[in-house]
């Protein structure tokens, strides 16, 4: 951490959240202590007048603050820096007072981390690797902000602050965190807490839900109770708000190499130089390429390829240790089926020199000659050897629970294997579904191109049909126009007509009345004749079989009227009108002829 010496008056000045801000870490002539802020923005022209750059130079960290800065931390360094003044006033050394001004920096320190890296990442394609230094910045001040405030836990080494503890929590809140924890467990290399912690944070991150897993952490204060201080970061609202900053980190694209890193001896150090701007220097052209969706995918894919390609090998070589410990455990097992033989085979020896022993001793009790003293010893060898096979016994059963114990440790280990094929199987499975949707994805993505071509293709060709519709539109208006003319003509030349027939009407109406009147007149006068000539024909017909030979038929039939049928004199039917059933004008009587003409006169034309 930089420190910068200004004058005689102030010792040391930090950087805070706001870069043109530096707040004042030691109390000096004017008695206030680490809030105090110093307006030394000497990177932009305007307020360059209240500190020259001159004036501030970058001396050497004293040794006892970079020792405290590696134990301790960033703040550690800061304590130190207070303790060794003489003059600090009372407020400054309440430790409350510190812890809120360690969290409100490490807030704003995490703040332009965060915006830092987001704007870095859109600029280079959404894709960092673990060399970039703005990435390994971020999870320095991640690391700090989870020890922030972390109880020691007393061993028999000295006193341990790891973050790891609160980490293994986040698999009982979250259970999509339990691949993470068993993964980081998994990888080789790793020998100390703190440097799971890390490799924890970076597959989190990778995963893009590092903010969901720090939000259910924070939400459960019981639970971090035991590893955290009251008053640490995790504990108070800037560690929520810090969760909240991490949502923005889901846009980046991270990439880890977690083999072969040392993440156990990394010294977690913050830079701030690449937080130190120039007000008068422009930003650099930002880059206009954006990655597509089916690009996302693509890459999300592949890490996940290769996170799976990762876990094939880690669980490999679970089945390679376990085929190792399986034949151990073999030969074990014939080594002690071999000791069991041998311990029956002296077990039978041993009863055999028993049964002998006693055999003897019966002799020697009949024997009352015999000398008591090898009777003693007799007996004190028979106990020995009962003592002995007592002892046998009990080794050979012990050797006999101990190879079904090992017969059961054989048999579940063969599961164990069994159950790590099956995984093994499914995984290998899993992986070739996925790399069948990164093949399907890129067909996908072909044919939407593809798709793209045709659709403009398409709306070109439209729009000249819609070109030639409109012209063909224009011509269809000339014609209504046209056709409007000619209707309205025609309408007039109706009128007209109508005025000319209405007349010829009134003439034709007149001529009939007087039609009628002569009717009359001609009914009167020819009833009579008409009688007489209906019985001079009906006489003929009487006497004639055959109706056409008779010379008075033709006369029948042409006075006959064709709209009513009724039989008329010429007289009386000596008009003619075209009827609906013929072309040609046909004779009518009178009544018809009047009739029909009121007809043609009232109907429309």
């Known amino acids: 951490m930089p420190f910068f010496k200004i004058g005689s008056s102030c010792s040391y000045l930090k950087y805070s959240g706001t870069l043109s801000r530096i707040d004042c870490l030691s109390p000096c002539c004017c008695g206030f202590g680490p809030k105090l802020v110093a307006d030394v923005d000497f990177f932009s022209p305007q307020k360059a007048c209240r500190v020259p750059p001159a004036k501030v130079t970058a001396p050497k960290m004293p040794s006892k603050l970079r020792e405290k800065q590696e134990q301790g931390g960033v703040f550690g360094a800061i304590k130190a820096a207070l303790v060794a003044d003489q003059h600090v006033p009372s407020f400054v050394a309440d430790p409350n007072y510190l812890m809120a001004n360690e969290r409100m920096n490490l807030m704003n320190m995490a703040k332009l981390s965060i915006k830092g890296l987001i704007e870095s990442a859109l600029n280079l394609g959404r894709t960092l690797d673990s060399d970039y230094a703005p990435l390994q910045q971020f999870f320095v001040v991640m690391e700090h902000c989870l020890k922030h405030g972390l109880k020691a836990k007393k061993t028999f080494l000295g ?11 986040v698999e009982k809140l979250v259970p999509e965190a339990a691949e993470i924890t068993a993964s980081v467990k998994d990888l080789p290399g790793l020998k100390t807490p703190v440097g799971r912690g890390r490799a924890w944070l970076r597959l989190a991150l990778m995963q893009k839900k590092l903010s969901e897993y720090m939000k259910a952490l924070i939400n459960r204060k019981d639970l971090l109770s035991e590893f955290y201080e009251p008053n640490a970061l995790m504990m108070e609202e800037e560690g929520a708000i810090i969760a909240g900053l991490l949502v923005g980190l889901n846009v980046i694209d991270a990439n880890f190499c977690m083999k072969g890193e040392d993440l156990d001896s990394q010294v977690g150090v913050i830079d701030f130089s690449m937080y130190l701007k120039d007000g008068n220097s422009t930003k650099g052209s930002e880059g206009d390429g954006q990655i597509t969706a089916i690009l996302d995918q ?24 376990l085929e190792k410990s399986n034949t151990k455990l073999t030969e074990e097992l014939a080594v002690a089926n071999n000791r069991i033989i041998t311990l029956q085979e002296e077990m039978e020896r041993v009863k055999e020199e028993s049964s002998y022993i006693l055999e003897s001793s019966r002799k020697a009790t009949k024997d009352r000659t015999a000398d008591g003293q090898a009777l003693t010893e007799a007996r004190k060898q028979l106990k020995e050897e009962t003592q002995l096979r007592l002892d046998v016994e009990k080794e050979l059963e012990a050797q006999i629970g101990m190879r079904q114990e090992m017969e059961l440790a054989m048999k579940m280990l063969e599961k164990d294997v069994c159950e790590k094929q099956d995984a093994l199987v499914a995984l290998r499975q899993q992986l070739d579904d996925l790399r069948a949707l990164k093949h399907e994805l ?4 072909q044919s939407s191109d593809m798709g793209v071509k045709q659709k403009s293709e398409l709306n070109s060709r439209l729009e000249e049909k819609t070109n030639q519709m409109a012209a063909t539109i224009k011509q269809l208006e000339q014609r209504l126009r046209q056709a409007e003319k000619e209707r309205q003509l025609a309408q007039q030349d109706n009128r007209l007509f109508k005025q000319e027939f209405g007349d010829k009407i009134n003439s034709l109406q007149l001529q009939v009345e007087e039609l009628s009147r002569q009717r009359v007149s001609f009914w009167q006068d020819g009833k009579l004749r008409t009688q007489e000539e209906n019985a001079k024909v009906k006489e003929p017909l009487r006497e004639n079989s055959v109706l056409p030979h008779s010379p008075a038929f ?23 009108l075209p009827l609906p059933s013929s072309i040609n004008p046909e004779r009518v009587c009178n009544p018809c002829h009047q009739r029909l003409i009121q007809q043609y006169s009232s109907s429309p034309l």
């Open 159 to 169: 006193q341990n602050k790891s973050f790891w503890g609160p980490l293994e929590l």
């Open 298 to 321: 693509k890459n999300y894919v592949e890490e996940l390829n290769r996170h799976l390609s990762a876990t094939v090998n880690n669980l490999q070589a679970k089945v390679d240790a």
């Open 442 to 445: 890129s067909f996908k993505l």
């Open 554 to 576: 033709p006369s029948l039939i042409s006075n006959i009227c064709k709209n009513c049928g009724g039989t008329f004199c010429e007289a009386c039917s000596a008009h003619e």
